[in-house]
């Protein structure tokens, strides 16, 4: 019906047209001007419950109007008019889709981080004696591992000790203690590298603690404004 209608506004313009340059009517190219704009409005007025049109920007960066939604591999966005051509919907291009994509996926983990840590820790003093618990045990660590440190070190001192005694007494080189030497070396090296371990592991879980405090502190603020405003 539509398309009917198309072509029987298409031949009357032409004729006019025809009709119009013969007689070399002014008024009459006015007429036909005023035609043409009924013309292309009825384009968009023709049966208004299915009247939908596309904006988009095809692949020469030109503008296009069409009755049908661009190609599937389409990545721009694109713009749905109604039959007076006002935008009611915007499309969102592929990286749009993409963005939204990954902010909700962002805002699902926030939310299920919340969740766990109310589920965790009933009250805020639950949180702060977790936050103790667990740092005093890398801190108990650190302590016991020095305390190796020390003996390393009291070991180390004393083979040299021994070498450097040896080396004064004009003593044979002993391969046993030179090998006790390295091995000792090698624990004082292993041993200060999980101290340093640790005390990151350390930093990093107190950044943690007081990151889930804040939050948590947040969530029960707000929670006491919606009970006061229910």
Same mark, same amino acid.
């Given at each position: 019906?539509?398309?009917?209608?198309?072509?029987? !506004?298409?031949?009357?313009?032409?004729?006019?047209?025809?009709?119009?340059?013969?007689?070399?009517?002014?008024?009459?190219?006015?007429?036909?001007?005023?035609?043409?704009?009924?013309?292309?409005?009825?384009?968009?007025?023709?049966?208004?419950?299915?009247?939908?049109?596309?904006?988009?920007?095809?692949?020469?960066?030109?503008?296009?109007?069409?009755?049908?939604?661009?190609?599937?591999?389409?990545?721009?966005?694109?713009?749905?008019?109604?039959?007076?051509?006002?935008?009611?919907?915007?499309?969102?291009?592929?990286?749009?889709?993409?963005?939204?994509?990954?902010?909700?996926?962002?805002?699902?983990?926030?939310?299920?981080?919340?969740?766990?840590?109310?589920?965790?820790?009933?009250?805020?003093?639950?949180?702060?004696?977790?936050?103790?618990?667990?740092?005093?045990?890398?801190?108990?660590?650190?302590?016991?591992?020095?305390?190796?440190?020390?003996?390393?070190?009291?070991?180390?001192?004393?083979?040299?000790?021994?070498?450097?005694?040896?080396?004064?007494?004009?003593?044979?080189?002993?391969?046993?203690?030179?090998?006790?030497?390295?091995?000792?070396?090698?624990?004082?090296?292993?041993?200060?590298?999980?101290?340093?371990?640790?005390?990151?592991?350390?930093?990093?879980?107190?950044?943690?603690?007081?990151?889930?405090?804040?939050?948590?502190?947040?969530?029960?603020?707000?929670?006491?404004?919606?009970?006061? !405003?229910?």
């Amino acid at each position: 019906m539509n398309e009917l209608i198309k072509n029987t !506004n298409a031949r009357h313009t032409a004729q006019a047209l025809d009709r119009a340059s013969l007689a070399g009517d002014h008024w009459g190219l006015r007429a036909l001007g005023t035609l043409l704009f009924v013309t292309a409005l009825a384009l968009f007025t023709i049966n208004p419950a299915d009247a939908r049109w596309y904006k988009w920007v095809d692949e020469s960066g030109n503008i296009s109007y069409q009755d049908k939604p661009p190609p599937a591999n389409y990545d721009n966005s694109t713009q749905v008019l109604n039959s007076h051509g006002v935008t009611v919907k915007r499309i969102p291009s592929a990286e749009e889709e993409r963005l939204m994509a990954a902010k909700k996926e962002l805002e699902d983990q926030r939310q299920q981080r919340d969740q766990a840590l109310i589920k965790s820790f009933p009250s805020e003093d639950d949180l702060l004696r977790s936050r103790e618990k667990r740092i005093g045990h890398i801190d108990a660590t650190v302590s016991r591992m020095h305390d190796q440190l020390v003996i390393l070190n009291n070991r180390l001192l004393s083979i040299e000790n021994k070498i450097n005694y040896r080396k004064t007494q004009g003593l044979r080189h002993s391969a046993s203690l030179d090998s006790d030497r390295v091995a000792v070396l090698r624990s004082i090296n292993s041993t200060n590298a999980l101290i340093k371990s640790k005390l990151k592991e350390r930093r990093q879980v107190a950044a943690k603690f007081d990151s889930d405090l804040d939050r948590y502190r947040e969530l029960f603020t707000a929670t006491e404004s919606a009970s006061m !405003n229910e």
